[in-house]
């Protein structure tokens, strides 16, 4: 390996035509690499070189894949951006290989275990935190202030409760709640109310007026009780009346009288939640959703590859991941569909992908409207580029099913479950698919958090861990550093993923209780 200060490039396969600069602060004109190459002009960190001369039209290769053809020709050594390339059409949805891949069944990884909350639904939470969901944006402001007197006056007196926090969002009136994909909000904060960190606990604000209503939310028989006597036998048998704050009711005279009325029903809700205790689970009990955001050209090298390595482990394990971002592997649609573990599974994914694609014409856009500037300041020139290094993120296993947006989770294994890739949206799908525990990784830096699900952050670069050493969880950098390899910063996120899992360690979003607002995924009209 190159020492530090000698110019060094990373190149994904042997076929490429291109290379990323690896140094900090880039490389200027006259740099030589060890095989000879000389750069032309200065070339930014993460951005390409070319490796050797690339005539106009040719194709521009990365990960051997083409992620543009030359606008003119580019002499090796010159820096390659996106104002010189033509990307690529979107490959079609039609011959695409299906469940093709069939790789040999990997051991088991038996005997790692985290410290979690089950319930009686039978998954497992590793928070008990009490959720306060609203029907409306309407009641936002109110329950916000009521959490905070719930935080400051009653969660002192509950030890064994982590947090409370309200499930706030900007849907419930004002929309056409009879629209055909009306369903996609309704079931996703359906679902989030059920998350698993929740502990089963339910409780609703409601305006009283709003489009959607209490019942429609949450109808009978969405929440459910178990016989505790049988548990393991009996199963789901009877179900729960639904808790409902509502403003609008005539026993409300001002306004601290809805909020003593919210503070009330959090009390009975935080005496059944501290009587929860962790136990010891295996790690299949892990349901983990992968994100990326704020990428650069690193993502696909550092972080990315190390959270795939981690999945494949957590896929042994008997765990769920769930990687996401439609627009983001959208341009690798062949690979996922020839991973699928069934034809049936590859035949799911393209029909979410062309419910996508469907989506992005009616509003007059393609994928291409993806990449951010900062995307392409930190060295992807365009939406393929970027995808081949998202897709990295799902490791090696089987594909074993797909999930509609604001669908929940009825399997294990690796799942693509079908969200925008929004950092927000696709984190509130993945809650309410059931996510217990998140993965963000990040090149050009992001203080995205959740407050009902902990969210390990992974640097791609180690100037960028260097510089926000207190809101990255752990360095990928070291990778292109040389001082680490994929398999290490694999094995090192498994571990520190079940140390959050059970408690013993904060993530550094839930140590400045950074977080972001839920935002549902509506595609419906607004009235």
């Known amino acids: 390996m190159a020492s530090a200060r000698a110019p060094l490039y990373i190149r994904m396969h042997a076929d490429d035509n291109v290379a990323i600069v690896a140094n900090d602060g880039g490389l200027g004109p006259g740099a030589t690499f060890a095989d000879g190459l000389v750069l032309r002009e200065k070339v930014p960190q993460g951005h390409k070189v070319a490796l050797v001369d690339l005539p106009q039209g040719s194709a521009v290769l990365r990960y051997k894949v083409s992620i543009g053809f030359a606008l003119k020709d580019i002499p090796a050594g010159s820096w390659v951006h996106e104002r010189l390339l033509e990307m690529p059409a979107a490959r079609g949805l039609e011959g695409l290989p299906m469940a093709t891949v069939k790789p040999p069944a990997p051991a088991p990884l038996e005997g790692y275990t985290f410290e979690g909350f089950r319930n009686a639904d039978g998954s497992v ?97 969405t929440i459910q009780i178990v016989d505790e006597r049988s548990v393991a036998d009996v199963g789901l048998s009877a179900e729960a009346q639904l808790d409902v704050v509502c403003l609008q009711s005539e026993n409300h005279v001002g306004f601290m009288s809805m909020i003593d009325s919210i503070m009330q029903a959090a009390l009975l809700h935080l005496e059944k939640l501290n009587t929860r205790r962790r136990e010891t689970v295996p790690a299949s009990e892990l349901v983990v959703g992968v994100q990326c955001g704020g990428s650069d050209a690193f993502s696909g090298v550092t972080a990315n590859p190390a959270v795939g390595f981690c999945t494949d482990l957590l896929v042994r394990a008997g765990a769920t991941v769930m990687f996401s971002e439609t627009t983001e592997v959208r341009d690798g649609i062949d690979q996922l569909t020839s991973r699928a573990s069934t034809p049936e599974v590859a035949e799911a994914m393209i029909r979410e992908m062309a419910w996508y694609d469907a989506y992005l014409q009616k509003g007059q856009v393609d994928r291409s409207a993806n990449t951010t500037p900062g995307n392409k300041k930190g060295g992807l020139s365009n939406i393929v580029e970027k995808a081949m290094g998202s897709i990295v993120k799902s490791g090696s296993a089987p594909i074993s099913g797909v999930l509609a947006p604001g669908e929940k989770l009825k399997q294990k294994g690796l799942i693509y479950a079908a969200t925008p890739a929004s950092d927000f949206i696709c984190g509130t799908l993945q809650l309410a698919a059931g996510m217990n525990l998140h993965v963000f990784t990040t090149g050009r830096g992001t203080p995205y958090g959740l407050a009902e699900c902990p969210v390990i952050k992974v640097a791609t670069r180690s100037d960028l861990a260097r510089r926000w050493h207190d809101l990255m969880d752990i360095n990928a950098g070291r990778i292109a550093d040389g001082q680490a390899s994929i398999e290490d910063v694999g094995w090192e996120l498994f571990h520190l993923m079940l140390d959050v899992a059970s408690g013993r360690k904060k993530t550094w979003a839930e140590h400045w209780k950074l977080h972001n607002a839920l935002v549902l995924f509506n595609p419906a009209p607004v009235t």
């Open 125 to 221: 939470g590793t928070r008990n935190i009490l959720a306060i969901t609203t029907t409306v944006q309407c009641v936002a402001g109110v329950v916000e202030f009521a959490v905070q007197r719930i935080k400051a006056e009653l969660l002192p007196k509950f030890p064994n409760v982590d947090d409370v926090v309200g499930l706030e969002h900007t849907y419930g009136c004002g929309v056409a709640i009879d629209a055909p994909d009306a369903i996609i909000p309704i079931r996703t904060l359906r679902n989030i109310s059920l998350n698993p960190n929740f502990g089963g606990e339910v409780m609703v604000v409601s305006l009283g007026c709003e489009k959607l209503q209490p019942e429609r939310l949450l109808p009978p028989g």
